[in-house]
């Protein structure tokens, strides 16, 4: 199997499993958000432990704690992916998974956004079209629930912040994870104790399916992130980017399918922008990419013509 396709295979696993998260956090049922994202942490911690255990690729946290700026960057990916966690949690828990898929269709715009005012990035013409057009589905939306639509925009927000900090490091997935996770453990470990003590913990109580499914709740976090991980490796920056809206598609196909979530027409205008907000952009980025690969500068190896980075 070329890369290629193996890399296609990972990024579609990755998002298919992502798609489908709802359908697994409703399984959870009646642990509230905070509980399920405090279990998720430590079971993230104990599992990816585990795989890099196994991986004999613990070396990396003596390296790691010699350099300050990356734990700083560290700690505040683990607060921004603790903070898109819960969210999401809670959207699901509260019946507003349309809304969490809203966040993720509006995640690359929001990551062309901060590559304006974080990283003073130039768009072309047709990057701020499409940032228009999803401002105003932002708008159209606020008029239709009657509010900013909070909940998609921090899942939006926090995990577009969240890859910022994650491309600047350049860890790789398991072991960022493992050292993520780990910031958030003790501060996990302490709201599970704090539940106990006050007879507020579900775990181990309700029934043995539900305690396993909180267990596989860390499992369930690391396998798509490293199936995305060997992803990313494999496939160019476009096919990663028109694969990325499976995910939000199968959550609001979840939503309004499964749960009969309401999709009244003005909210379906509001989402039937952040799609042509997202033709936009990827027509863009499919034009530019191609556009790149033309300008590539030529050299003669050995008396054969080949691209300069050969």
Known sequence: MTPLRLGYLYGIGAYLLWGFFPLYFKLLRPTGPMEILAHRIVWSVLFVALLLGALRNVG???ALLRRRAALAGIVAAAVLIAVNWGTYIYGVSSDRVVE?????FINPLVVVLLGVTVLRE???????????????????????YGRLPWLALTLA????????????????????????????????????AWLSRHDGLTFGHVSAGHTALLVL????TAIPLLLFAGAANRLPLTGLGMIQYLAPILQLACG????????PPARLAGFALV???LVVFTADAIRAARQSRQARPIVVDHGVVVPAEH
Do not use: C, N
């Open 60 to 62: 990396f946290l003596r």
């Open 100 to 104: 969490t898929a809203l966040g993720y």
């Open 122 to 144: 130039r768009l072309r013409p047709a990057q701020w079209v499409a940032l228009g057009i999803g401002g105003s589905a932002v708008a159209v939306l606020a008029i239709d």
């Open 157 to 192: 927000f926090s995990f577009a912040g969240y890859g910022l900090i994650k491309k600047r490091l350049g860890l790789p997935a398991a072991e960022g994870l493992f050292v993520e996770s780990a910031v958030l453990a003790l501060p996990a470990l302490g709201y599970l």
């Open 217 to 220: 709740a860390g499992a369930a």
């Open 256 to 263: 309004v399918l499964i749960f009969h979530e309401p999709m």
């Open 275 to 277: 799609w042509l907000a």
